[in-house]
């Protein structure tokens, strides 16, 4: 509505200066009441900085969540829980003052008692927060939408409120001062159009104004024993008050030096006092201030630091009591994003204690990024806090002003929110997990005959839904319009004409057929297009090209409907139903209806069809005789599969004509009875895509709409709209047949802006410039070099230890000069300065200046921590910490752009016997987070495993990776994914195909953390893989089996119905719960892809008037046969993708390595 636009516009710009003003070190927490179906969220969440922000989304009850939670999926910041204005905040699980902006939307009112609602919200307002409101003064206005509820009537303050919940306009003010707010505001007027009877207020709460000293948080009592171990006498103030806090709480603590001498640790563990009560010993790590950036000091310092951590480890393991807790004390280092600049050294030692948690799992090993403050004090309290209250969490970030934990979840692609510039619909990953995004990309042009139209409004068809879900096999799209994208018909401006086009100029308002019409714009054939009458909106006319294109052709021109015949519509109260009914009733036929839901039926009912059945059941076909006194009925228009096809072909009388529109029997390729056809009956399958590949049919068919639209013949039908920023929604509804009529995605833009994805190609690199490549002269270096020369480089060096020496070498230089690129190769080591600046000359003196790098350096030495003596982890260090360093120098005044360092998931995971190695690339990453925050080029790319080429290749290591769940990627095929990322604004993104639940099994300590758990399936009946599960239910008695695989499939339908698992009843009747065929479709893809077994479609037609029990046991039956071939499982894995995962890690979020690939997310 027009007014609620202008309301979220008003609060969106509240919002924003709200935002901007907002400390960088503190969490934003925000609470709307009243969410409803999540149009506000929408408006305010692309505003707000998801690395600092908690979204509460509260209502009355917990049943918008559903619909909200598809609607607001892509911001990972939101929790749903409900809340009752009218109620005790903090009786409802509240913390009072906890809040900073509540945000209620034409919710407040609805309270019984406004006055006090305004008061519980204030409870939870902290001190100096805002409410941010939107109000209605008019019951004439809400009247039509809301009327017929009794909370518009429900107030029981009548003296403040006496005709209605609605409060007038100058009331608000006075009220919310009363209720103990200041500063408020409120937009428009008493009288006048600006007012329109709705008001966006603004007020906040109170601040507390100081009184003598701040009153701090009293410390928990802790009867802990900590060793405190200062890195350098600047961190000793810190540490001793830390010990001073901790032996306030009631626990014991010593300060000591930062050694690298087991002996030392050993001594000052025994000066240690043990705990009293329940024992519980901690040592802090306090890292100092890094002072030395020469590229050899930070390996140097990265060394000493593990060697200490060593150390302490084997004097641990020497003491052979229970572990004390380590916790590591640094400076936000670049792990996870700050207010502050990073010292990215820190990232080292993180790193390192990643994989150090799994090597030594009895070792509770916890991390700490303490931003420091002129007040020692203040900061040494906030770690107290933090020490002696610890949590689950194994990382945190204290600001100075708040505290913040990292996540680790699939986070789809950034997108900009302006919703500007040519974009178009794309579909990743089809299949019943794919992924919908609006995708930037170049305006196109019109060519001879063609116009280019600026879409206003697009309607969405069975076929779009049925492509993106897999369900169209590729007989169904190759050659057709639906190759070149989602979409098909629509309604807008005219932006251009191509050459020969004379009826239609620039600025003409038409509607019509246009492939890939799901955009912003949309090129098509002038013939296809018509000109709209005056009055039609463009949302009315985008429903009616393909409907009655449809009809025109079927029943004029196919089925020759005369006056007096009868039509009988399966699922009339679609689009194209809905149009043949207008046909029927205009030619003089009568209308035999069907539709699947009783609402839909009653719809039918109220629009004059007299004979309104149901499809979701085969005895239309006896109901249909009953009301044709046996005689049948001249035309079938057919959109229903299976059982239901034959039923309805029996019942064509003597000449009539059966038009099918459904495309499933069709591609299975299902036989057709023929005795039906001894009435001289007529046959005709119909595609509208292809009736239009002929420019004969379709020019006389599409003509034949235009006209009668503008005669006014044919009417817009029955339609839903929904704002381009809601096209999930959208989809989600059709899949799952819950709309009635048309469903139009409207491009206005007053809606909500959707998420526009960047285009996946990557720039293209610079052909004058040169490219270098550490270690680039074999393996995954080779491999990228021959990418780069892809991505448009024409000039690479490749700089190695061996140079030329190298086994792969020359045939990698043969290979990229076969492709017209000027190669050199050069021996040099990375980590020496003076080498790499030479090289750097050399290249620039080639008239080709080096304008970026590719990092591939590595050294690997696997192995515990406690055999890596220094010498052995400076080797691993030092090819990336030094080599890195060594080229942020060699690049950092120059025009550079690439940046790409190759780091390894192993950083994100920690990898077991990999401590040395994890911390080299953690410490690459919180390198490019500073190279980013300083505006500079950088990306780095956290790789699994790659099989082909490489270390994994020449170890022939992959089958042991992959049975811990790091299944090997091809070269190509990895970096293949990659390359859309480097025209991103993506700062670290890991690459790798995982099974997470075999990998949790093998890194338990890091994996059950809070930051990672979420990478991990939860572990229900549904996450079994194919194998596991056959050989679960072969040691089953086959009654339990049953259940087992009923309890499965429960999931699943659950999922396709949208419905609470608990809601189904295995022994009731499917086609009570509503599953259509689409459904049915989904449910068997489903099958196949879990179970691997192939139920016939028709077996599962009869199945669905039966009950889920019943496809449960004809699953087991098929599965038989196989089952003692499997040997019992030895636990559960969750099944994975098999396709690459990109991702990049977010702040509360961070490394979201489980995207469903092939297209990269991050």
């Known amino acids: 509505l027009p007014h609620t636009r202008f309301q979220n516009r008003v609060a969106q710009a509240l919002t924003r200066e709200i935002v901007a003003h907002w400390p960088q070190g503190r969490a934003l927490r925000v609470l709307e009441v009243g969410a409803g179906t999540g149009a506000t969220a929408a408006a305010l969440l692309p505003l707000l900085p998801p690395e600092r922000t908690r979204y509460c989304f509260s209502d009355v009850s917990a049943s918008p969540f559903p619909r909200a939670q598809s609607r607001l999926a892509s911001y990972d910041f939101v929790d749903y829980r409900t809340f009752d204005l009218a109620q005790d905040p903090a009786a409802q699980g509240f913390t009072p003052h906890s809040f900073d902006l509540v945000v209620a939307t034409h919710s407040l009112h609805t309270a019984p008692d406004l006055a006090e609602a305004l008061r519980n919200v204030a409870t939870l307002l902290a001190p100096g927060g805002h409410l941010l409101a939107t109000e209605a003064h008019d019951p004439q206005l809400l009247l039509p939408y809301f009327g017929f509820l009794d909370s518009f009537y429900g107030n029981t303050d009548t003296e403040l409120r006496p005709r209605s919940a609605l409060l007038s306009r100058g009331a608000w003010p006075d009220l919310l001062r009363d209720c103990g707010y200041d500063d408020v505001l409120q937009t428009g007027h008493d009288t006048g159009p600006a007012s329109g009877g709705f008001s966006v207020l603004l007020a906040a709460a109170p601040s507390r104004p100081p009184a003598g000293k701040p009153v701090r948080e009293p410390l928990p009592a802790d009867a802990a024993s900590v060793l405190v171990a200062c890195e350098t006498a600047a961190e000793r103030e810190l540490g001793d008050d830390v010990a001073a806090l901790v032996d306030q709480a009631g626990g014991t603590a010593q300060v000591t030096e930062m050694t690298t001498r087991a002996g030392a640790w050993s001594d000052a563990l025994s000066r240690t006092p043990a705990a009293s009560g329940p024992e519980r010993r901690a040592v802090v790590l306090v890292l100092g201030e890094v002072t030395d950036h020469a590229p050899e000091a930070l390996t140097a310092l990265a060394c000493q630091r ?155 068809n069975y076929r779009d839904v049925m492509q993106s879900v897999g369900l169209l096999p590729a007989e169904a799209i190759e050659g057709t319009s639906s190759a070149e994208g989602c979409g098909l018909e629509c309604a807008g401006v005219v932006v251009a004409c191509g050459e020969g086009v004379t009826h239609l100029s620039p600025g003409d308002r038409v509607a019509g057929l246009a492939p890939a019409s799901l955009a912003s714009h949309a090129v098509t054939e002038a013939h296809a297009v018509w000109p709209l009458p005056d009055h039609m909106t463009f949302a009315a006319a985008a429903t009616m090209p393909v409907a009655f294109a449809t009809v025109q052709h079927s029943l004029e021109r196919l089925a020759r409907v005369r006056p007096g015949e009868t039509v009988l519509v399966h699922g009339a109260a679609g689009g194209v139903g809905l149009a043949a009914i207008q046909y029927a009733h205009a030619h003089g036929a009568h209308v035999i209806a069907t539709a699947g839901s009783g609402l839909k039926r009653d719809l039918l009912r109220g629009m004059g069809v007299r004979h309104v059945l149901d499809s979701r059941t085969l005895d239309f076909a006896v109901q249909v005789r009953e009301i044709t006194e046996g005689q049948g009925v001249d035309v079938v228009l057919n959109s229903l599969a299976g059982e239901a096809l034959t039923r309805s072909l029996e019942l064509l009388r003597p000449g009539g004509r059966f038009i099918e529109l459904g495309k499933r029997d069709i591609y299975e390729n299902k036989p057709l009875s023929l005795r039906p056809f001894r009435n001289n009956i007529a046959f005709f399958g119909f595609d509208l895509t292809q009736v239009l590949e002929d420019e004969k049919r379709a020019r006389a068919c599409l003509s034949g709409v235009g006209e009668n639209t503008e005669a006014n013949r044919y009417q817009p039908l029955l339609h839903t709209v929904y704002p381009a920023a809601r096209v999930d929604e959208v989809f989600r509804l059709m899949q799952h047949s819950r709309h009635v009529g048309k469903i139009v995605v409207a491009f206005d833009p007053l809606d909500e802006p959707p998420l526009v994805e960047p285009a996946p190609s990557p720039a293209p690199l610079n052909g004058e410039g040169t490219y270098m490549v550490t270690g680039g002269t074999s393996g995954f270096g080779a491999a990228t070099a021959r990418w780069l020369a892809d991505l448009g480089a024409r000039h690479v060096a490749l700089v190695s230890r061996r140079g030329l020496q190298a086994p792969e070498a020359e045939a990698t230089e043969a290979a990229l000069r076969g492709r017209g690129v000027t190669v050199t190769v050069h021996e040099a080591d990375v980590t020496q300065p003076d080498r790499m600046r030479d090289i750097a000359a050399r290249i620039d003196a080639t008239g080709h200046p080096l304008r970026g790098v590719v990092h591939c350096a590595m050294h690997l030495d696997d192995a515990p921590l406690a055999e890596l003596d220094e010498d052995r982890m400076t080797a691993v260090m030092a090819p990336k910490i030094t080599g890195a360093a060594v080229l942020d120098l060699l690049l950092r005044d120059r025009d550079c752009d690439l940046f790409l360092m190759y780091s390894s998931a192993a950083a994100t995971i920690g990898n077991l016997h990999q401590t040395a190695y994890v911390a080299a690339n953690l410490y690459l990453e919180a390198l490019v987070r500073r190279r980013r925050r300083e505006g500079r080029a950088g990306l780095a790319l956290a790789w699994g495993a790659i099989g082909d080429t490489g270390y994994v290749a020449r170890n022939h290591m992959g089958q042991a990776l992959a049975s811990v769940g790091l299944e090997p990627l091809a070269a190509r095929e990895a970096l293949t994914a990659a390359a859309p990322l480097l025209a991103t604004d993506a700062e670290v993104a890991g690459i790798l195909r995982c099974n997470w639940g075999r990998t949790a099994k093998t890194l338990v300590t890091s994996m059950s953390t809070p930051r990672l758990s979420g990478l991990v399936p939860e572990s229900t009946d549904t996450g079994f893989d194919r194998e596991e599960l056959a050989s679960t239910l072969a040691q089953m008695p086959t009654e339990e089996a049953v259940d087992r695989v009923t309890g499965i499939l429960a999931g699943v339908l659950a999922d396709i119905l949208r419905m609470d698992r608990d809601q189904l009843d295995p022994h009731r009747r499917l086609d009570v719960y509503g599953l259509d065929s689409l459904m049915a479709t989904e449910l068997l893809v489903t099958v196949n892809e879990r179970f691997g077994v192939d139920i016939p479609p028709m077996e599962l037609l009869r199945s669905s008037t039966g009950t889920l029990a019943d496809i449960a046991r004809t699953l087991y039956l098929r599965l038989a046969p196989r089952l003692a071939e499997h040997p019992a499982p030895d636990a559960a894995i969750p099944h994975q993708p098999d396709s690459p995962d990109v991702a990049r890690p977010a702040t509360h979020p961070a490394l979201p390595l489980n995207s469903p690939a092939p297209h990269p997310s991050w």
């Open 306 to 460: 593990a060697q200490a951590v060593r150390a302490l480890t084997t004097a641990v393991g020497a003491d052979r009591g229970t572990p004390p807790e380590l916790w590591v004390v640094a400076r936000p280092c670049g792990t996870m994003p700050s207010p502050v600049d990073p010292q990215e050294l820190d990232a080292a030692l993180w790193g390192l204690t990643r994989s150090l948690g799994n090597e030594v799992p009895g070792m509770t090993v916890r991390r700490v990024a303490l931003e420091r403050t002129v007040d020692t004090p203040g900061d040494a309290r906030r770690l107290a806090q933090e020490l002696l209250r610890p949590t689950g969490e194994d990382e945190v970030l204290l600001t100075a002003a708040d505290r913040f934990v990292p996540r680790e979840r699939h986070r789809p692609v950034s997108g900009s929110a302006d919703g500007t510039g040519p974009y178009t619909l794309k579909v990743h990953n089809p299949g019943l997990s794919y992924r919908l995004a609006w995708q930037r990309r170049g305006m196109p042009r019109p060519g001879p005959g063609q116009v280019l139209l600026d879409v206003r409004a697009a309607a969405l």
